[in-house]
């Protein structure tokens, strides 16, 4: 188990061993009014600050975790079940996003000049204002990264914040909190609520709340999405994937038998951009399987630091994605797995389903686990249409030598995000924009539009030369009425 949920409190276990962690008081209703209200009231100032101030206490922060990144390694890891390379490399991408969003945060945010187009005496420019506070629910399966960006956006972008972290891993964020208690003026300006549903619920329905940024499933993430449009807040939603990788007969088969298993299994398949669907042309299907066994080959799963492949960190994903396996084999779909290793129960041998019929769960559903469908396609064609026919579109990947032909294909796939030549990396480049199409959700986090989601656009236009009046004013004479309808098909007809 992770973690046994009560009214009162989180009882937080380690998933891979069983070990009893901690437990954490589930935050009341008048320790969420009071955390607003300190939100609220540091935002006063907090929104007002320079984009310099803000960037000073981004980079405070971030060398404050970075000099904390043993616990954290060893709070991730704990709280998860996953592995301390992959838990190393939670601490790397968060450390990169916060260095490269500080850096970036004037480009992104500074006012800046448009033109004013025909009104030649007019000048315009655009600021990028904070909304004020905002709410921000992470997941499970990366306690930092997915809790940090966020984070790191919205209080760059001059907002406080109030997050909610998963219920199931609430350690990182209480240690988060810790380091940012120690660097921060005013710790109000960034605050947490432990806490389940109930209190991520209190966070979207608070009149506070004046933004929201939720990462987790589709399913929450349409709840949470009316009760904002309800309140016509404004959310970024950044939800469930079931992504593909495409594999051409002109790829090179072992750099992409090599990123298959890495975009399938790392993490225990727990990611939200995890490869779970391989679409592969038929001349190469048969090499292309024996070089992921092979691979796969030098791959363990257990609780061992050794061990390769770590735990399922829910009790509920580990019995869902069982059940996608076995409906798989009850349709006589072969399955290829590494050896279970005793004492793992908590844990699913990375695992290869052949061919599953695309109405199995397997294919349309996200399965959020080790376990990859291999479709056998007949031409590039058929892979880019299976891969678009999935309800969601959070990114894809595809394998061809032909740099050109990688492009073309990219430019059908529905996704918001693809590589080409390798997995689920355009998550770490911090300067690209993060989100997804269709259920997979809205908006975008990461890159100058990740700063400039958690901020409201204003426009302002002033006199470079002030007039008497203005030509279109009701004192308007017949005579420049007349020269109007020149101008307008002169400079538009
Ligand atoms: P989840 O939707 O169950 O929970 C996410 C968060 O929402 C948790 O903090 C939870 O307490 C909170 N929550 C639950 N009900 C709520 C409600 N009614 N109102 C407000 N908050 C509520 O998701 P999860 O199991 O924690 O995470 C796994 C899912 O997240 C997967 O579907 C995965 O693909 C997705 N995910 C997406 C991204 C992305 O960037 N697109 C990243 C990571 C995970």
Known sequence: MSAIITNQEMKCYNPATGKHLENVPISTSKQ???????????????????????KTLMNRFRKAIVNRMDDFIQTICSETGKKQF???????????????????AKKALASEKRSPGIYLHKRGKVEHRPFGVAGIISPWNYPLILTISPVAEALLAGNTVVLKPSE?????????????????????????????????????????????????STAIGKII???????????????????????????????????????GFSNAGQTCISIERVYVCESVFERFVELLKKEMANLTCGPNPENRVGAMTMKSGLAKVKAQIQ???????????????????????????????????????????PVISIHKVEDE???IERTNQSQYGLAANIFTKNKRRGRKIASKIQAGMICINDALIGYALAELPFGGM????????????????????????????????????????????????????????
Request: proline fraction near 4%; glycine fraction near 6%; charge should be negative.
């Open 32 to 54: 969420i009014e009071e955390t607003f209200l300190k939100s609220k009231s540091a935002a006063k100032s907090f929104n007002l600050s320079t984009i310099s101030q803000r």
């Open 86 to 104: 992959e838990a190393m490399l939670e601490v790397m991408i968060s450390a990169d996003l916060m260095k490269n969003q500080s850096k970036h």
């Open 168 to 216: 199931q891993t609430p350690l990182t964020s209480i240690l988060l909190k810790k380091i940012f208690d120690s660097i921060a003026d005013n710790p109000d300006i960034f605050q947490i609520l432990p806490g389940a549903a109930e209190t991520g619920k209190a966070i979207v329905e608070s009149k506070y709340a004046d933004i929201i940024c939720f990462t987790g």
């Open 225 to 263: 999405a009316q009760s904002c449009g309800e309140r016509l807040k404004p959310c970024i939603l950044e939800l469930g994937g079931k992504d593909a990788m495409i594999v051409l007969e002109d790829a090179n088969l072992k750099r992409a038998a090599k990123a298959c298993i890495w975009g």
């Open 327 to 369: 409906e798989a084999e009850s349709k006589g779909c072969a399955i290829y797995s590494i050896p279970q290793l005793e004492d793992a129960t908590r844990f699913i041998p990375p695992t290869l389903v052949f061919d599953p019929p695309e109405d199995l769960e397997i294919c349309s559903d996200e399965t959020f686990g």
């Open 381 to 383: 064609k058929e892979a």
């Open 438 to 493: 269709k259920d997979s959700g809205i908006g975008r986090v990461h890159g100058l539009e990740g700063l400039k989601a958690f901020s409201q656009q204003v426009s302002i236009v002033e006199n470079r030369i002030t007039l008497g009046k203005e030509f279109w004013w009701y004192d308007l004479s017949e005579k420049f009425h007349g020269t109007m309808k020149k101008i307008i098909r002169f400079w538009y007809g």
